[in-house]
């Protein structure tokens, strides 16, 4: 073997070697913070604020028993559930129907008003607050179920349009007319063919904004109340004045990242189909 080969394969390794160090310190930095999560649900009080750091402890399942018997706990899962899946049935429902129109229909002004709401979504939601706080109050919507859920479709309906309008313009416009001639109106046609393709893309567009319904916290802090409390609001609570209740926190944490989890596991097929949903074309 020749110096060079040598030589190239020792870069070779070393280019490897490196690769492999970079995703190992990416992993690690991203997946710490919830193994520290993980385990602080599981030690107790004095191995939580132990110096040095506990690595090797007892477990301890009572801050989960802690938050299973607190009934304001199955309170706040149960709102978390009902608005979240509530406003991703509303968002894709609404969403899907405004998408349809800017991929399929040109009108003037139409480029500028579908730009306008993603510019109105990546604008900080405090800017709103204020209006949005003084109209719920005096239209009764505060701490009610139906308020939380039309503020939060509101704020996701942007992000739903925009994600769902790019998958309707990876359907070929052929596949409908097609159907035209066959006989079927427009919504025949988008009901039997362009939303049975678009499926894994609707699945991934849910995944998304269950994910941004569920761990919404400032409009379902200043605008719920104690009948509507959601997961993220409840978490607060822990917080007093002279203690933070940390095990709790963390045995919540843990069970509020569940439902998402399992969600992406169940559709995780559909969610990489729809990521990659121009493979339809051609």
């Known amino acids: 073997m020749t110096r060079s080969k040598i030589n190239a394969n ?18 690690i930095f991203y997946f710490f913070p919830i193994y520290w999560m993980v385990t602080s649900s599981l030690k107790t009080r004095v191995d939580t604020f132990s110096i040095p750091p506990k690595w090797i402890f007892s477990p301890t399942f009572q801050h989960f028993i802690n938050s299973f018997s607190d009934p304001k706990f199955m309170k706040a899962v149960q709102n978390s559930l009902v608005i979240t899946v509530t406003t991703v049935l509303f968002s894709l429902l609404l969403g899907a129907w405004a998408a349809y129109a800017f991929a399929r229909f040109r009108f003037k002004g139409s480029l500028a008003l579908s730009f306008s709401l993603i510019v109105a979504r990546m604008m900080p939601p405090i800017v709103f607050i204020v209006p949005i706080y003084l109209l719920f109050n005096s239209l009764k919507l505060r701490n009610t179920h139906i308020g939380l859920i039309l503020i939060f479709t509101v704020f996701n309906l942007p992000f739903t349009v925009w994600m769902l309008k790019s998958f309707f313009e990876e359907v070929p416009i052929e596949l409908e007319e097609a ?12 009901t039997r063919v362009t939303l049975p393709l678009i499926a894994p893309g609707l699945a991934a567009t849910a995944v998304f904004a269950a994910l941004l319904a569920w761990n919404e916290f400032l409009f379902a802090l200043l605008l719920g109340g104690p009948s509507t409390t959601t997961l993220p609001v409840f978490l607060s609570s822990y917080i007093g004045e002279r203690t933070i209740e940390w095990g709790e926190i963390m045995a919540t944490a843990v069970i509020a990242v569940v439902p998402p989890t399992i969600l992406v596991m169940l559709v995780q097929q559909n969610l990489i189909k729809g990521l990659t949903l121009g493979a339809v074309k051609g």
């Open 179 to 190: 159907a035209w001639i066959d006989g079927a109106s427009r919504l025949q046609a988008l």
């Open 10 to 27: 020792r870069l070779s390794t070393m280019r490897n070697v490196a690769l492999l160090l970079l995703v190992a310190s990416v992993w």
